[in-house]
């Protein structure tokens, strides 16, 4: 079972910048696709981005194109989203997901997919 540890939420300044950091177990993270949605009060959880296992192919929401990026360190079994231009609307808790079962068929966007999920962390923007 894979378990996953984020950090790195918290306050800041609208424009401001984050690194989250995704902290994951298991000998084979090279192999796991890695993501990361977000859920803001009241409504349903999102998609932000998604990286392959290799981490040579990445994948945005609209929303966060431009501002946001994720990134991995497979020495290191960390997964990484770096958020910069912060706007008050992103203001969310954040997870990180992973995929660690072979799948025939893939769906970085949906959050079904994944098999494993860390606890979440809370990020505010501030306006």
């Known amino acids: 079972q894979v378990q996953l540890v984020e950090s790195g939420g918290g306050l800041v300044q609208a424009g401001g910048s984050l690194r989250l950091s995704c902290a994951a177990s298991g000998r084979t993270f090279s192999t796991y696709p890695m993501a990361w949605f977000r859920q803001a009060p009241g409504k349903e959880r999102e998609f932000v981005a998604a990286i392959r296992g290799s981490g040579d192919i990445t994948y945005y929401a609209d929303s966060v194109k431009g501002r946001f990026t994720i990134s991995r360190d497979n020495a290191k079994n960390t997964a990484y989203l770096q958020m910069n231009s912060l706007k008050p609307e992103d203001t969310a808790d954040y997870y990180c997901?992973?995929?660690?079962?072979?799948?025939?068929?893939?769906?970085?966007?949906?959050?079904?997919?994944?098999?494993?999920w860390g606890q979440g962390t809370q990020v505010t923007v501030s306006s």
């Open positions: 997901a992973a995929r660690s079962t072979r799948a025939v068929v893939s769906n970085y966007g949906r959050g079904g997919w994944y098999d494993a």
